[in-house]
């Protein structure tokens, strides 16, 4: 089985701390290869980047030639997945309403925690359409942007201040908002005792049960194949 992990912003480094994420999660004799768009933001923080993401996104799924049973879209809250789900063959898993439907078996009510305020709307919007807002406690923000993940002390510290208050919001199960926080509920776990969930683990088991079911996204309706006419992508790219 091969999946192949997007991540929704041009940083090389994020798409390589992703991919090990994914990697630690997926069954042997799971492959997965990380993409990474060409062009777009560097961190996708708000309504703009996350559009313009969405399209480079597509753009590099539509490019990839490559082996793929299913796709994981690895940015939390951002836009595509339904364009993706109408571009591809294969099941399309995004991190968000993964960690999500999981939370959800753990918890009757589960809290977000994410990386700046401005994100916190945008969340919420994609978990109301994903049809699992109603049972979010809160989303709370850490403060920190997506490329000060790396200091790792700072960054599970501001974790555990933003859980705390999630958890007293009535959260009982956490979900990392950020893929860029892959990895981080092992080292935090202990402290909070709630589960938390991993967007990228929980999005890679879905998808390989999904391929392992014969599954894929239904053709009737809403996610029927893109009508056939011209498409300019970009600067003139076709």
Known sequence: MHIVVTN??????MTEEIVRGAR???SPGTTVTGLTPAWGPESAEGWLDSYLSAAAVLDTLRTYEGPCDAVVMAGFGEHGREGAREL???PVVDITEAAAHLACLLGRRYGVVTTLERSCGQIEDS???AGVGRNCAAIVGTGLGVLDLGDAQRTQEA????AERAREAGA????LGCAGMTGLQRAVGEKLDLPVVD???AAVKLAESLVSLGLRTS???SYARPLPKRRVWGAGRG
């Open 8 to 13: 929704c912003n041009t940083t090389q480094e």
């Open 24 to 26: 630690a999660a997926a």
């Open 88 to 90: 591809v063959d294969v």
């Open 127 to 129: 978990l109301a359409a």
């Open 159 to 162: 974790f555990v201040s933003a």
């Open 172 to 175: 009982e199960v956490l979900v």
């Open 199 to 201: 967007g990228v683990a």
């Open 219 to 221: 053709r009737v309706g």
